[in-house]
């Protein structure tokens, strides 16, 4: 198991090489501060899966945010991408990072609010004709948010020149007019459906969003 102290003595010790983190040692610093757990799990999609991602395990400690940040920024580098003068996250995983990333790079750090049906910049948040923003987010799933924020900052007169994701879970089913660069990439995760759940048919508790459990469902 990572320790987080070892991943960030690696990351620190390689920074003047301007290396970036492997995929192995981000997916270890998520399993270190507990946002990837295992067990049988109650999707938003209503699908069950035994993988589970809790991304405000990994948000709630600065110096992981801080770490996750910085390896974003590396990857925004590394593609070449200019550093904007403000970063903008959908609240609220995609807020933080926003805020943590803005702070690395000398840049604002903007929010977006959901609204009945849209994304919204409020708080007297200004954006510049044509400026290029950065957009941060947690998870993506099937990316409803991500385009949110997107229509939002275009329908506003600027655009996104980088969108910096910490775990793409959308299995390519984001399209978006900017560069879509995640940290980590979740490829292998099987999603049932509750009559077809080999973990519900094993009897295993099934644990909702939020950590509360729920009755087993048990098929048959
Ligand atoms: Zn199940």
Redesign the pocket.
Known sequence: MYKISVINKVTASNRGEGRIMTEKEIEGLLLESGAFLQG?FLYASKL?GSVYIEKFRALEDPNVTSILAREMIDLADAAGIAHPRVVIGPMTGGALLAFEVARQIGAKAFFTEKMESTMELRRGFHLEPNEAVWVTEDVVNLGGSIHQVFDCIEGLGAKVSAALILVDRSKGRVKVNAPFIPLLKVVDLVE?K?DQ?P??KQG?P?TALGGRKVAT?KAG
Do not use: A, F
Request: proline share 10%.
């Open positions: 049988h069950h049932y509750p759940c973990l519900c295993v099934l469902n």
